[in-house]
């Protein structure tokens, strides 16, 4: 019984676990000078050491038992072929279709999807060509200047994060703004500096039913009568992308203009999709080409790689022997980036709107922690803000270190503090300080003993913190690709091992329902049914302040 032997094998790592509480990762790398090279792999340009975790050959053996006991691959190959296996919304989930590089067909409900997947790309190029060779027009004639992206999560988060990150490849083309938030003073801030002659308004949602998204769409088109703008001549500067067409065309968008996505595309695996059209916009069709492409060549690894050489399987499952059974309950992404930097952002909504739940998919609570909390900010900037924390304070965190190789600027020297550092932080979370080191060290600058004693103390360093470092050469399109899909494939086997459906997320509905019975609220202050002193409190406060509202 498959069941038996994964619970079996989860009590064996639970042993092994025991056997390893008293180990220190100093000792493992002074007495195996092959250590690194025996616990690293590389694929697709990813160079991925996981030589500083805690963990021996046996160890991986005995994690890569658990995922093949928790049919990994089966369940693997069942979400490339199109099963439905977001079994609470009975949708297939095929962000990999979006960007196979090849025409071999792939059904949902006996059809296949990859033509219209074609078809849509087709359009996609279309428009961003014409947007970039300043052949789309505005309503007087002038060529698109400006893109505003109005989306939110994973509307949002992809075309932004891989914009910034590909700074180097934006070149030509219209500049890009992106707006999410409700707050006024986005939408307000970025309209300021645009001419509505010459912005184009992508509205990115794919319900087209996200409270924060049509506001701003809203708000932009009443922009765009306040210029005198005729709702006719809207066509020239709205577009959407959504997977309901209706809803956008009733908003006022010609029915030329919608992008479609589907139901088997979650938000925030979309970017592959035409919501990733800014990211075009901004670096070009041929750009875009090279992010799918890297993301599929990374899909290819995902599904041929033996366990042990997988990069999204050994990731996941040292995510899993950290979470679940070191005890580490938050996991940081520290990308030695600067064009990185929005990087944990993007990851903390795939991890944790996927795998932040309870409730297993045959319907029982979980009896582990499931999705941890991810965090994290570029280097070298969080060394001077949260890395104290890392290195003395009572949590351990793990850390993905992400490293670009080549510099993207001929500013001298900068590359090598940045690769210096970067290094060094993972090598001082492994190796620490001892309280010996600290005292010999302070009493050799000079410092009397008795107070090197004390001082020692304070300087003792635990080490034995785990870390990844994934390294590669450049930050090119088609790296970020392949970075990307690793991340959404190292979400997948840990929602496999938790046996959840990493593919929904009811989890935000019931805020949004709140969301909108306290707006409601708002002007009605005798209405107190259903409410709560807190919430009354809050209200009262805010009706006072604002006294108009009253
Ligand atoms: O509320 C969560 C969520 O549904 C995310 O999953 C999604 O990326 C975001 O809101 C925006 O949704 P939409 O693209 O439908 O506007």
Redesign the pocket.
């Known amino acids: 019984m498959i069941i038996d032997s994964f619970n079996d094998n989860w009590l064996v790592l639970q042993q092994h676990l025991a056997e390893m509480k008293n180990s220190h990762l100093r000792d493992f790398f002074a007495s195996d000078s092959q250590r690194a090279e025996n616990l690293s792999v590389s694929a697709c340009g990813l160079n991925l050491d996981y030589s500083k975790n805690r963990i021996t050959l046996k160890t991986r053996s005995l994690l890569m038992r658990l995922a093949e006991s928790a049919q990994l691959e089966k369940k693997r190959d069942a979400m490339f072929a199109g099963d439905a296996i977001n079994n609470t919304e009975n949708r297939s989930v095929l962000h990999t279709a979006l960007r196979q590089q090849d025409n071999k067909p792939v059904l949902v409900n006996g059809i296949d999807i990859v033509p219209q997947i074609k078809a849509v790309r087709l359009k996609v190029e279309t428009v961003v060509d014409q947007v970039r060779n300043e052949q789309w027009l505005g309503y007087s004639g002038k060529c698109i200047t400006d893109v505003l992206n109005l989306?939110?999560?994973?509307?949002f988060l992809g075309p932004k994060i891989v914009t910034t990150s590909l700074k180097p490849y934006v070149q030509g083309g219209p500049k890009q703004h992106f707006v999410a938030n409700i707050d006024g003073n986005h939408l307000h801030d970025v309209l300021t500096t645009l001419n509505p002659e010459t912005t184009l308004v992508l509205i990115?949602?794919?319900?087209f039913?996200?409270q924060e998204?049509l506001t701003n769409a809203e708000s932009t088109r009443q922009w765009f009568y306040d210029y005198g703008v005729t709702f006719d001549q809207l066509n020239r500067h709205f577009i959407a992308i959504s997977s309901n067409v209706s809803k956008a065309v009733a908003f006022g968008i010609s029915s030329d203009n919608v992008f479609p996505m589907w139901d088997w595309v979650?938000?925030?695996y979309s970017l592959w999709s035409a919501i990733g059209m800014p990211i075009a916009m901004a670096i070009g069709n041929d750009g875009f080409t090279e992010l799918l492409k890297g993301a599929a060549d990374l899909d290819t690894h995902f599904k041929e790689a033996p366990l042990e050489q997988n990069l999204p399987v050994l990731m996941g499952m040292l995510g899993v022997w950290n979470h679940n059974f070191f005890g580490c309950q938050t996991h940081a992404l520290l990308p030695y980036s600067h064009y990185l930097r929005g990087f944990p952002a993007y990851v903390q909504q795939m991890d944790m709107?996927s795998n932040g739940k309870s409730c297993q998919l045959n319907n029982e609570m979980v009896s582990s922690t499931t999705g941890p909390v991810i965090w994290g900010a570029e280097g070298t900037n969080g060394q001077h803000a949260f890395h104290q924390l890392l290195h003395q304070g009572t949590s351990v965190v793990p850390v993905d270190f992400i490293q670009p190789l080549v510099a993207d600027h001929d500013m001298d020297g900068h590359q090598d503090m940045l690769v210096a550092n970067c290094f060094a932080q993972s090598k001082t979370l492994m190796q620490g300080k001892t309280y010996q080191q600290a005292y010999d060290e302070l009493v050799a600058s000079g410092m009397d003993s008795v107070l090197a004693k004390v001082i020692a103390k304070h300087k003792e360093m635990p080490g034995n913190r785990p870390s990844n470092t994934l390294t590669f050469d450049r930050l090119t399109p088609y790296q970020l690709g392949t970075l990307i899909a690793l991340y959404e494939h190292k979400v997948f086997v840990q929602g496999v091992i938790w046996n959840l459906n990493s593919f929904d997320?009811w989890g935000?509905e019931l805020g949004k329902i709140l969301g909108d019975d306290i707006l409601a609220r708002i002007d009605r202050p005798d209405n107190t049914e259903l409410s709560d002193s807190s919430t009354e409190l809050l209200l009262t406060q805010y009706r006072y302040a604002n006294q108009s509202l009253t």
Do not use: C, L
Request: proline share 0%; net charge positive.
């Open positions: 989306g939110i999560g994973g509307s990115a949602s794919k319900s039913n996200t998204t979650g938000g925030r709107e997320q935000v």
